[in-house]
């Protein structure tokens, strides 16, 4: 079948976290045709499976966006770096790997705002479907497609005083943040596989379904508009090889760009607020006022701390320890390529006033040189011994927007995350320096530590904290929120079925659907809407 005659009964816009799933449940079904464009490559190479290769691709523009915010006004001005995959497998191809799926509470909380397909009950059972995870108990799957794997025993020894500080602050011991409860510290589990190479949702959904005679797989391909009819989204116009074509649904269209991209999509299409669309000069085809809106991100501070014993910086900060480092990792499959950088972790409350586990932790033997992210070059290990402790506060009140630049898909959106515009969350961050120099000064750590040196002992008092979490926070590149979901079109993009208002044939499944933002981090709760969807769209599709 050639470009310009493509018929499908759904047509899936973005191979990411979510997209990917989405297709591979749906073609599994073997009841529909899926056809999939994904903007950027099919590709696997040294740098997509090995885990700590997304250093290497998180700066990597030809399977990143490498979008960037505007100037924040809440951070001094500053612009922050937001990577997205442009690959096929997403985020989940270039992300830290850091497997979480949310609190019973966040899951219940988006039910009782008008999301009844959203509840705890039926979430866990999605997960379930999702998970072959190394906990073999009641709270997780063990026959689906995504391996999670704890890191534990490859963890860096450093991280024993952690986990220790936290036994001594009467802390609890969490080795499954993902359980029961979330609160404690631990290690974190990952979407490593059992031979320690990154397990993206390509790898789970797409691998086994490539075979399929239902499916197809469309990389290099930018979607550049909707083919919009009498209220009703009949297919995507994109462009492939310098050609353009339109590919056509016979049942929906399902956007699954994630929380950039897809509000994007709509607004070049004609679908968003109206006198911004306007200004933009786009045609107004449909009139959404929550398109681009309310986007909320996880935000981040670390501090960093000179090591009186070594550290992955002299394993790393050298030609000859990288060299040792590949070639372990090539032999063996071992070694500090074999994991991620963030170790260890958890969930703690800010203050005692606190009602619940406000705060996410994350316990790094690695320091490096530049701001997670930057584009231009690969973040090199700081020369002498040193670990990172960092924060983000997990249920953050600013909210952001994805807005036009321009009438053009390629030219990319304006974004504006809005960081520590709430007092709130700048308040949560100045407890959380608290917390981390609590722990610091437990005697666990207190027998490792040479110096803290950010931001060093002088800093102090409330308002030079603030000062230097302005200046060094960061993106932890959760976006989400920007088409979310709800029962009220002036409020939300989606129902609860995923379903965009008052549009026929157009759904979004990936984590702009979100109403808030969860507890932890999202590359889970994307492919757990990937998931749900195609489980909401079989539903439908039968019924």
């Known amino acids: 079948m050639q470009d310009d005659q493509l018929l499908f009964d759904f047509v899936i816009v973005g191979a990411g976290s979510a997209g990917c799933v989405l297709a591979g449940n749906l073609s599994a079904s073997g009841k529909h045709s899926v056809l999939l464009l994904e903007a950027g490559p099919d590709r696997t190479g040294f740098w997509i499976k090995t885990p700590l290769g997304y250093g290497h691709s998180i700066v990597n523009k030809s399977v990143n966006w490498m979008y960037a915010s505007e100037p924040e006004p809440g951070l001094g001005g500053r612009t922050v770096p937001v990577p997205r995959g442009r690959i096929v497998g997403g985020s989940s191809a270039i992300n830290a790997m850091v497997y979480m799926r949310g609190t019973?509470?966040?899951?219940?909380?988006?039910?009782?705002d008008g999301n009844p397909d959203w509840a705890w009950d039926?979430?866990?059972?999605?997960?379930?479907?999702?998970e072959?995870?190394?906990?073999?108990?009641?709270?997780?799957?063990?026959?689906?497609?995504?391996?999670?794997?704890?890191?534990?025993?490859?963890?860096?020894p450093i991280c024993n005083a952690f986990l220790e500080a936290g036994d001594q602050l009467q802390i609890p011991r969490n080795d499954d943040f993902n359980g029961e409860r979330v609160d404690g510290l631990g290690y974190y589990h990952h979407t490593i596989c059992s031979s320690a190479k990154r397990m993206s949702a390509s790898r789970g959904w797409l691998d086994p379904a490539r075979g399929r005679s239902n499916f197809k797989l469309l990389a290099n391909a930018r979607a550049i508009s909707l083919e919009i009819s009498d209220h009703a989204v009949t297919g995507v116009v994109y462009r492939r090889n310098g050609r353009v074509f339109t590919a056509r649904a016979r049942r929906e269209v399902v956007l699954a760009g994630g929380a950039i991209n897809t509000p994007h999509l709509l607004m070049v299409s004609g679908i968003g607020p109206g006198a911004a669309l306007r200004k933009a000069g786009v045609e107004v085809r449909h009139e959404l006022p929550a398109v681009g809106q309310h986007m909320q991100d996880h935000f981040a501070y670390d501090m960093q701390f000179r090591s009186r014993v070594p550290t992955l910086n002299q394993q790393l900060s050298t030609w000859p320890g990288r060299l040792r480092a590949g070639l372990q990792y090539y032999l063996f499959g071992s070694g500090p390529l074999s994991s991620g950088t963030t170790h260890a972790g958890g969930f703690v409350k800010s203050a005692p006033s606190r009602d619940m586990a406000n705060l996410q932790l994350y316990f790094s033997p690695l320091t490096r040189d530049l701001e997670p992210g930057s584009p231009g070059r690969m973040a090199q290990a700081d020369p002498y011994a040193a670990f990172s402790m960092g924060i983000c506060n997990t249920r953050p009140r600013s909210r952001g927007e994805v807005s036009l630049s321009s009438n053009d898909m390629t030219d990319a959106p304006l974004i504006r995350f809005n960081f520590l515009d709430h007092p709130e969350d700048m308040a949560e961050m100045i407890e959380g320096v608290g917390a981390l120099r609590a722990l610091a000064d437990a005697p666990a750590l207190q027998k490792i530590i040479e110096s803290e040196y950010l931001p060093g002992p002088d800093v102090r008092s409330d308002e030079d904290l603030e000062q230097d979490i302005r200046a060094r926070g960061y993106s932890i590149y959760h976006p989400c929120g920007s088409c979310r979901m709800g029962p009220v079109k002036d409020e939300a993009v989606v129902n609860s079925r995923l379903k965009v208002h008052q549009i026929q044939g157009l759904r979004i499944a990936d984590a702009s659907v979100l109403p808030f933002v969860v507890t932890g981090n999202l590359n889970g709760?994307?492919?757990?809407?990937?998931q749900r969807a195609s489980e909401i769209i079989l539903e439908d599709s039968s019924a």
């Open 122 to 130: 039926k979430v866990l059972d999605s997960y379930k479907r999702m």
């Open 104 to 112: 019973k509470a966040d899951y219940d909380e988006w039910a009782h």
């Open 525 to 530: 709760p994307s492919m757990m809407i990937g």
């Open 132 to 156: 072959n995870h190394c906990v073999r108990d009641a709270w997780h799957g063990t026959t689906g497609p995504l391996q999670v794997n704890s890191r534990a025993s490859v963890a860096h």
